[in-house]
């Protein structure tokens, strides 16, 4: 008795463990962020977020990493790209502003440590106007899905 006790203990500190021992709301939001990305990013995008997804050799423009457009681009122009797509290669995403926030917010998560402050700082600039690559999404150009970023940000 006192041993199924101990592994029952020992299961659910294991789960907690392995949630980050986040609030229940902080791990729904992850999980339905998560959710939202492998449903609608994680073919082109891949499962890392590095463009390499199921889908992506077959696209005319490589999808590229997530962890750039995070820090080049301002939250303003995420949300547009997402909601509005980068044709040839990303058609709209079918999402409410919450579920893009979901998204995004996932995405974040998955950004290596190494890399966070740096990417964070990045984006902040990109906010505050102090790059030069800080047009509206419109005036972007995109059509090579990856113009402006450097070719490999993970540190492999």
Do not use: K
Not at 48 to 59: Q, R
Not at 102 to 126: G, H, I, K, N, Y
């Amino acid at each position: 008795m006192t041993s199924r006790i101990q592994r029952s203990a020992l299961a659910l500190i294991s789960a907690f463990v392995a949630c980050g021992g986040n609030t229940p709301e902080a791990t729904v939001t992850m999980s339905e962020g998560e959710a939202l990305y492998q449903t609608h990013c994680a073919m082109c995008h891949g499962d890392g977020l590095e463009g390499d997804g199921p889908m992506a050799a077959g696209l005319p423009v490589q999808p590229p990493s997530l962890f750039e457009h995070l820090a080049h681009h301002t939250e303003a122009q995420l949300f547009g790209l997402i909601r509005d797509g980068v044709p040839p290669a990303m058609p709209p995403a079918p999402l409410t502003d919450e579920e893009i926030r979901l998204v995004v917010d996932f995405a974040w998560t998955q950004v290596p440590d190494s890399l966070v402050d740096e990417l964070r700082e990045m984006q902040r600039m990109m906010e505050q106007g102090r790059d030069a690559e800080s047009m509206d999404h419109d005036d972007m150009d995109h059509g090579a899905m990856g113009h402006d970023m450097p070719s490999d940000t993970t540190g492999r």
